[in-house]
């Protein structure tokens, strides 16, 4: 069955860097879209990133949510099945528990796994 | 980055129907549709329709969506005291070329 796995969170301050992994299991990893997605305490659910699947054509290629742009970087290592997030110059308000999550590799993709989390927290 | 909106709380009884709202613009709902996801206390997120109001294996006949234009519905009939969640919905925007969510519903079963 499908696993998503999320490690690496932890407790920084402001300015330093932190990567995330999240090792999967249970299907094809590079024929799926992988996402990060993070929900604040208390708050509702905020898209982070995207890394789209390799077709035969094409490299998957990323996109990024506007509060992450140019600090965060989403990737992936086919051979150790494992997403990564690299994120850097973090901020109090990048705390959240930060969930790996897979796309449907249908034409109009949904989130259909999603790891536990790992909690980061940004504290001075 | 603009979200999709959600009535912040909806309350009904036992055994009644609730139907949530999600409402985008023609870049995000009225382009491709939207998904919708179940979040009970303390778990992630799990998938209840896609955006092509698709139910995924395993998920009850009791929840169903729909999309009027800019607008997405999950209607969910015989509420149960399991449907006591949070309740999210998702999109696609074309012209921002980034996912949104809405902020969520919190429905309570009475």
């Known amino acids: 069955q499908v696993q998503l796995v999320e490690s690496g969170g932890g407790v920084v301050q402001p300015g330093e860097s932190l990567r995330l992994s999240c090792a999967v299991s249970?299907?094809?990893?590079?024929?799926?879209?992988m996402h990060w997605v993070r929900q604040a305490p208390g708050k509702g659910l905020e898209w982070v990133a995207v890394?789209?699947?390799?077709?035969?054509?094409?490299?998957?290629?990323?996109y990024y949510g506007d509060s992450v742009k140019g600090r965060f970087t989403i990737s992936r290592d086919r051979s150790r099945n494992i997403l990564y997030l690299q994120m850097t110059s973090l901020r109090t308000e990048d705390t959240a528990l930060y969930y790996c999550?897979?796309?449907?590799?249908?034409?109009?993709?949904?989130?259909?796994?999603w790891g536990q989390g790992t909690l980061v927290t940004v504290s001075p | 980055q603009a979200g999709l909106t959600q009535p912040p709380s909806v309350s009904k009884a036992l055994r009644q129907t609730a139907t949530l709202t999600c409402t985008g613009n023609?870049?995000?709902?009225?382009?491709?549709?939207a998904a919708w996801l179940q979040q009970r206390q303390g778990h992630p997120p799990k998938l209840l329709s896609d955006?092509?109001?698709n139910r995924p294996s395993g998920i009850s006949e009791r929840f169903s969506a729909s999309r009027s234009e800019n607008t997405a519905s999950l209607t969910i009939t015989g509420l149960q005291p399991e449907d006591d969640a949070d309740y999210y919905c998702?999109?696609?925007?074309?012209?921002?070329?980034?996912?949104?969510f809405g902020g969520g519903t919190r429905l309570a079963v009475l």
């Open positions: 999550v897979r796309e449907t590799n249908t034409p109009l993709g949904a989130f259909d796994g």
């Open positions: 249970g299907f094809t990893f590079s024929s799926f879209s």
């Open positions: 890394i789209l699947y390799e077709g035969i054509h094409f490299r998957g290629s990323e």
């Open positions: 023609r870049n995000n709902v009225g382009d491709q549709g």
């Open positions: 955006r092509n109001n």
């Open positions: 998702s999109a696609w925007d074309s012209s921002l070329y980034a996912w949104v």
